[in-house]
């Protein structure tokens, strides 16, 4: 239990729908990152943030887009949903973003289904 | 070239053997690399993580790094049935990870 968590768990979406997901970062941390993963693949990076700023972007389109709030929890915006964006997506929360021994911490995912 | 490559495995081993998985990575410049393992229908937890040449230590679970050959292994010493799941190699710039290996301990 890494005390990050992730809403909602599952979810089915059509293509060209927008879709949000939420991650509640583990106590202490001011950091969170965004990876999408697609099935037997490793985690992709999708952009990170740090103090309510965006810290680092994936290669990843504009339609990508994301928040953090003052009590650094986030939410990870999809528009303009295509099929090949379902995915397991995973937040991962880190006390800081620039140590060098940033160790993620991660949520559960919310598994995207577009269909 | 993938900054981060695995073998994607699987990798069957005996239970009570060492396993030892592989990874290589393209940026000289990265500093710190993690090993994490993700059971089947959960998210990456964190294992082992590594800075320094040589090797890293912790129970059953070994890290080594050599940057000059740019590669990361993780050994398990007397692999048990439950360490069955898939491991990823992640590197710190851009938090860039590998796609994985799968291990495989038959019992």
């Known amino acids: 239990e890494t005390g990050v968590t992730q809403s909602p768990t599952h979810l089915i979406k059509t293509r060209g729908q927008q879709v949000t997901l939420r991650c509640s970062s583990q106590s202490g941390h001011n950091t969170v990152s965004w990876y999408q993963q697609a099935l037997g693949q490793g985690p992709q990076f999708i952009f990170q943030y740090y103090r309510e700023e965006e810290n680092g972007r994936g290669n990843f389109p504009p339609r990508f887009s994301g928040l953090q709030f003052p009590n650094y929890s986030s939410e990870l915006n999809v528009n303009a949903l295509e099929l090949d964006d379902s995915a397991l997506y995973l937040c991962?929360?880190?006390?800081?973003?620039?140590?060098?021994?940033?160790?993620?911490?991660f949520g559960s995912g919310t598994q995207l289904s577009v269909l | 070239q993938k900054e981060v490559e695995q073998n994607s495995g699987p990798l069957s081993v005996p239970e009570g053997a060492i396993a030892s998985l592989n990874c290589t990575y393209s940026?000289?410049?990265?500093?710190?690399f993690f090993w994490y393992r993700q059971y089947s229908g959960k998210s990456p937890e964190l294992i082992m993580f590594i800075y320094s040449n040589g090797d890293k230590e912790d129970g059953r679970f070994t890290a080594q790094l050599n940057k000059a050959s740019q590669y990361v292994s993780l050994l398990i010493r007397d692999s048990q049935p439950s360490d069955s799941a898939t491991y990823l190699c992640a590197v710190r710039r851009a938090l860039t990870f590998g796609s994985g290996t799968r291990l495989q301990v038959q019992p």
């Open positions: 940026d000289r410049g990265s500093q710190s």
């Open positions: 991962a929360s880190s006390l800081e973003p620039q140590g060098v021994g940033e160790k993620l911490f």
